[in-house]
């Protein structure tokens, strides 16, 4: 089974270093990464006009065309239900706002990308069959 990750951040690196991480823990997963909120709609809706729903959405508080509150709410719309933000940005002001558009937690990249890639792996693992994760 393959496990999706949808990941919207404005920098590109992000998503090369979370991948990087979750290689060590995962064997089959891909990350579909997205620079702002509009093409991380637009890639939700490619992935569920295919069957194939994310199992972890990740969105960046701040970023250009559409930020990440705006995503968020447009996301849970669609019916994507595991979202989670995923920023460097401690607003509590925003966080609220995420958390008021439906996202279900707050992760900080403060915590450093190994530590939430692990952190990722026990989302994961609690919802889908323990084959797919490495131990």
Not at 36 to 59: F, H, S, V, Y
Not at 79 to 88: F, H, N, R
Request: net charge negative; glycine share 6%; hydrophobic share 45%.
């Amino acid at each position: 089974m393959v496990v999706r990750i949808l990941l919207a951040d404005d920098e590109p690196a992000v998503s090369q270093i979370l991948t990087t991480f979750l290689q060590r823990s995962i064997d089959d997963f891909e990350v579909i990464s997205a620079l702002n909120g509009k093409e991380a709609i637009a890639k939700a809706q490619d992935l569920l006009n295919q069957g194939n729903r994310p199992d972890i959405t990740l969105i960046d508080l701040l970023m250009p065309v559409m930020d990440g509150i705006e995503c968020t709410s447009q996301l849970i719309e669609l019916g994507i239900d595991e979202v989670y933000v995923l920023t460097a940005h401690v607003d509590p002001d925003l966080i609220a706002k995420a958390e008021a558009a439906g996202a279900k937690g707050i992760i900080k990249k403060s915590e450093g990308y190994e530590a939430i890639a692990k952190r990722l792996v026990g989302m994961i693992r609690s919802r889908l069959p323990t084959s797919d994760i490495m131990d």
